[in-house]
């Protein structure tokens, strides 16, 4: 069982930059694609970043590219998004997830198993 656990949101003005963390339970390995996610209030949760188990493969909703950078440091068994340029529609309850194919990270979330709780990221005009 995996347990993931995010931090690093908060309270920002449109412009700034925030950078959150998700720390695993378990050591990430290789094989283990990690992404964030995002859900604004009243919408539904949409995909915004993953990356390989290496680290050599990274994907972005095309909403967030040029703006966001998501990183890894697998002997941490932690994964980093850095958010800059944040803008108010940013705004959403963020969360970490794992899974073993980055196709199913990016487009079947339903097949998703290991979630974090979320961490809430507000960005003010």
């Known amino acids: 069982q995996v347990q993931l656990v995010e931090s690093g949101g908060g309270l920002v003005q449109a412009g700034g930059s925030l950078r959150l963390s998700c720390t695993a339970s378990?050591?990430?390995?290789?094989?283990?694609?990690m992404g964030w996610f995002r859900q604004a209030q009243g919408k539904e949760r949409e995909f915004v970043a993953a990356?390989?188990?290496?680290?050599?493969?990274?994907r972005y909703a095309d909403s967030v590219k040029g703006r966001f950078t998501i990183s890894r440091h697998n002997a941490k068994n932690t994964v980093y998004l850095q958010m800059n340029s944040l803008k108010p529609e940013d705004t959403a309850a963020y969360y970490c997830?794992?899974?073993?194919?980055?196709?199913?990270?990016?487009?079947?979330?339903?097949?998703?198993?290991?979630w974090g709780k979320g961490t809430l990221v507000t960005v003010s005009s």
């Open positions: 997830a794992a899974h073993s194919s980055i196709w199913t990270m990016i487009s079947n979330q339903n097949g998703i198993v290991y």
């Open positions: 378990v050591r990430t390995s290789s094989s283990s694609v």
């Open positions: 990356i390989t188990g290496n680290g050599g493969d990274t």
